[in-house]
C-alpha cells in the first residue's frame, strides 16, 4: 500500500513569522500614508489656511471601512484605528487641540475624545459647553465635543453658533451607530470648516420659541432630535433642532405652530452626516450589517 500524503501545516513559527510580515507592512503603509500627507499639505498649503477637517471625507471613509469588513476582528478595533489614523494625519497637516465638556461625567467624554482623536492630540477640559464653544470661537482651528443631548444645566450654548463668523456643528460622534459602542456617549462636534467640506445630510437649527409646551415638543419629536432649555427672556425656550435628510425646516416650524407657539428665530448651525447604524452582536463579531 502506498503511503497517504499528508498537508504540510504552517508551524508556529511560520505563523509568527507570516504576523511579523504583516506588522511590517502595515507600518510601512502608514510612513507612506505620512509620506503622501507631507505632498499635501505642500499642495493644499493647509499650515496657512489653518483647518484641515474634512468631514464629508471622513464620513465616507467610515462608511466604506463598515462595508468592506469582515472576519474576527471586532469593528469597534477597526473603527478606532481608522478614527487614530485619520484625526493623527490631521492633526499633522494642521495642530488643533480638542475641547470638551466634562459636565456629563469625565471618564465618558475622555473615552469619546479619546477613542474618536487618540493621544497625539491634546485634550483640554472644560465644565460646560459654553466654555469649550468659546474656546474654539478664540482658536485658530481647535474643535470642541458638546454633548448632543439635553442635561442639567447646558444651556443654550448653541446660540453662540448663529453668528456667521461663529464656529459650526460639523459632526455627530459616533458616526458608527450601534447600542455597545465603546465610546457610545453623543456629542457634537465644533469646530470651523471650508463650506465644501461640510456635510449637509442633517441640517442643525437654534430655533427660539415662545409658549413652549408639551405638545409642541411631542409634535417635533416625531422626526427630529430636539434639544430644549428655558428661555426666560422670551418665556419660551431654546431649540437645538437637528433635521434629518429628506426633511425640511419649514416643516418643523408649521409643527411648532400648530402646536401653539410662536417662533420667533431661525438660525442654520451646523449640519452632519446621517449615522450609520449596525447592529451590535454584528459589531462583536466583525461582520456588520447596515
Given at each position: ?84 489614523i485619520i484625526s ?76 456667521e463668523s461663529a ?124
Amino acid at each position: 500500500m502506498g503511503k497517504t500524503h499528508q498537508t504540510d501545516k504552517p508551524s508556529l513559527n511560520d505563523l509568527r513569522a507570516e504576523i511579523d510580515r504583516i506588522d511590517e507592512t502595515m507600518h510601512g503603509l502608514l510612513m507612506e500614508r505620512g509620506e503622501i500627507i507631507d505632498r499635501l499639505i505642500s499642495v493644499k498649503k493647509t499650515a496657512e489656511s489653518g483647518s484641515a477637517f474634512r468631514p464629508a471625507r471622513e464620513a465616507d471613509m467610515m462608511r466604506r471601512l463598515v462595508q468592506r469588513h469582515h472576519g474576527i476582528l471586532p469593528l469597534d478595533t477597526a473603527e478606532g484605528i481608522w478614527r487614530v489614523i485619520i484625526s493623527t494625519f490631521t492633526h499633522v497637516q494642521a495642530p488643533f487641540s480638542v475641547h470638551a465638556d466634562l459636565s456629563t461625567g469625565d471618564a465618558l467624554i475622555r473615552d469619546t475624545a479619546r477613542f474618536h482623536f487618540g493621544f497625539t492630540v491634546p485634550f483640554v477640559p472644560h465644565m460646560g459647553s459654553a466654555s469649550v464653544v468659546a474656546a474654539v470661537s478664540a482658536s485658530k482651528g481647535d474643535l470642541g465635543l458638546v454633548p448632543a443631548f439635553a442635561s442639567a444645566n447646558v444651556g443654550d450654548w448653541w446660540t453662540s453658533l448663529e453668528f456667521e463668523s461663529a464656529p459650526k456643528i460639523i459632526a455627530r460622534l459616533p458616526f458608527i451607530d450601534r447600542p455597545d459602542h465603546p465610546a457610545a456617549l453623543p456629542v457634537f462636534v465644533v469646530s470651523r470648516t471650508s463650506a465644501d467640506a461640510m456635510v449637509t445630510e442633517v441640517e442643525v437649527w437654534s430655533v427660539r420659541v415662545s409658549g413652549w409646551n408639551a405638545s409642541a415638543a411631542r409634535a417635533v419629536s416625531t422626526f427630529t432630535e430636539v434639544i430644549a432649555v428655558p428661555d426666560s427672556a422670551f418665556d419660551g425656550a431654546a431649540l437645538l433642532i437637528s433635521v434629518p435628510a429628506g426633511r425640511k425646516m419649514a416643516e418643523v416650524t408649521d409643527a411648532l405652530i400648530k402646536a401653539g407657539t410662536t417662533v420667533r428665530s431661525t438660525a442654520l448651525v451646523g449640519s452632519h452626516a446621517t449615522r450609520y447604524t449596525v447592529a451590535a452582536d454584528s459589531a462583536r463579531r466583525g461582520s456588520p450589517k447596515s
